[in-house]
T-cell receptor, first 114, second 112 residues
Framework: DVKVTQSSRYLVKRTGEKVFLECVQD?????MFWYRQDPGLGLRLIYF???????EKGDIPEGYSVSREKKERFSLILESASTNQTSMYLC?????????????FGAGTRLSVL | AQSVTQPDIHITVSEGASLELRCNYS??????LFWYVQSPGQGLQLLLK??????LVQGIKGFEAEFKRSQSSFNLRKPSVHWSDAAEYFC??????????FGAGTRLFVKA
């Protein structure tokens, strides 16, 4: 089974802190994604990566950056956390082929910024 | 722009009753279509997918969905709901490339 592991289930941070959310997948998937989930808004794509060191902005990249130094690991970085970044963050991975790839999700990290 | 609409924010059904969750999409061609389920405190799990061929697709946990091109719909159904089906359900669309567009979700409540 594909396993996508997010390093923390819950995080509480203070405004202005730099926050790192880590995601690791064990199925050698080329594509990795970071989403933000808010009630009534579904999942919104923050960034995705289709290869090591490659990244593409999603729909809401402002205030976030990402890092993919190794194929299995995709990190989401909040350079200076703000209260409006309090949310559930979901990481996902999929195989390379475009157009019909199933995404496999981690359990999520619920981030609270105080 | 592509979009996915799930018109019902939440639905309550009795255990044993049938279920239909609605999903409509906006796209010029036939997209790849998915339903995912999210149990409380968990990530999303794939229920079923439609890529081509037979428009009625079967998924896990007794769910099925029907693609209707004329209505741009991909509704999810289950003939008899179990209490363990209480969760949030997301319809999703891929139109080529890497991106998937998700609907806002429908939360299912099951009453005894």
């Amino acid at each position: 089974d594909v396993k996508v592991t997010q390093s923390s289930r819950y995080l509480v941070k203070r405004t202005g802190e730099k926050v790192f959310l880590e995601c690791v997948q064990d199925m050698d998937h080329e594509n990795m994604f970071w989403y933000r989930q808010d009630p009534g808004l579904g999942l919104r794509l923050i960034y995705f990566s289709y290869d090591v060191k490659m990244k593409e902005k999603g729909d809401i990249p402002e205030g976030y950056s990402v890092s993919r130094e190794k194929k299995e690991r995709f990190s989401l970085i909040l350079e200076s956390a703000s209260t409006n970044q309090t949310s559930m963050y979901l990481c996902a991975s999929s195989q390379r082929q475009t157009g019909s790839n199933i995404q496999y999700f981690g359990a999520g990290t619920r981030l609270s910024v105080l | 722009a592509q979009s996915v609409t799930q018109p019902d924010i939440h639905i309550t059904v009795s255990e044993g009753a049938s279920l239909e969750l609605r999903c409509n999409y906006s796209y010029g061609a036939t997209p790849y279509l998915f339903w995912y389920v999210q149990s409380p405190g968990q990530g999303l799990q794939l229920l079923l997918k439609y890529f081509s061929g037979d428009t009625l697709v079967q998924g896990i946990k007794g769910f099925e969905a029907e693609f209707k091109r004329s209505q741009s719909s991909f509704n999810l159904r289950k003939p008899s709901v179990h209490w363990s089906d209480a969760a949030e359900y997301f319809c999703a669309v891929q139109t080529g490339g890497f991106k998937t567009i998700f609907g806002a979700g429908t939360r299912l409540f099951v009453k005894a």
